[in-house]
């Protein structure tokens, strides 16, 4: 176990911040320097914020919401079965760092085994969850309430879905192209 990724979150950047709830932009910044002290060519596949005001703080209090940033290296994908214990001939290991908050708690898990490590990624992001709260109150959303915000591909475009039940319903996608 890598212990410099777990320094990163012990200096309390990633707990609560002054204001109730947790800065998305914060603990991003963090998910991702913990994924590259993990592997440096972990790149992010998954963003999830959910419960997440026009501020880009995110009121984790319901049971199911969560912050999660995963990313994917393909450093095992070099190995040989042999080389990779306990797994099956042709089946990638400990490629998934996933990091996030749920339940009101931090939790890392590093080289978890997924058979997608050569799955596509999401690559650089270009907008901030903020910027994709000012395209959703452009188009009509409330901004009173809480959103629901993940990135995933539509093909090969990321995009942003902004999803919105309290205050008013909003179901909007965005490109990434802030």
């Known amino acids: 176990m890598n212990h410099a990724i777990f320094a990163?979150?012990?200096?309390?950047?990633?707990?609560?911040?002054?204001?109730?709830?947790?800065?998305?932009?914060?603990?991003?910044?963090?998910?991702?320097?913990?994924?590259?002290?993990?592997q440096a060519d972990?790149?992010?596949?998954?963003?999830?914020?959910?419960?997440?005001?026009?501020?880009?703080?995110?009121?984790?209090?319901?049971?199911?919401?969560?912050?999660?940033?995963?990313?994917?290296?393909?450093?095992?994908?070099?190995?040989?079965?042999?080389?990779?214990?306990?797994?099956?001939?042709?089946?990638p290991a400990n490629c998934l760092f996933a990091s996030y908050i749920h339940d009101r708690r931090t939790q890392l898990s590093t080289g978890m085994r997924t058979g997608d490590c050569a799955g596509p990624r999401l690559g650089p992001v270009k907008c901030s969850i903020a910027q994709i709260w000012k395209r959703a109150i452009a188009k009509g959303a409330p901004t009173m309430g809480t959103a629901n915000i993940e990135m995933h591909l539509s093909g090969?475009?990321?995009?942003?879905?902004?999803?919105?039940?309290?205050?008013?319903?909003?179901?909007?996608?965005?490109?990434?192209?802030?």
């Open 42 to 91: 972990a790149e992010l596949v998954l963003l999830v914020a959910d419960a997440t005001d026009a501020n880009g703080i995110a009121h984790l209090e319901a049971p199911s919401a969560r912050l999660r940033f995963e990313y994917r290296s393909q450093v095992d994908l070099a190995k040989t079965a042999e080389e990779q214990v306990g797994v099956s001939a042709g089946r």
């Open 8 to 38: 990163v979150f012990a200096v309390g950047a990633c707990s609560q911040s002054s204001a109730p709830g947790w800065n998305t932009s914060t603990y991003w910044r963090q998910a991702e320097t913990a994924a590259h002290a993990w």
């Open 156 to 178: 090969t475009v990321r995009r942003w879905r902004f999803t919105k039940t309290d205050h008013g319903q909003v179901d909007e996608n965005f490109d990434d192209d802030c």
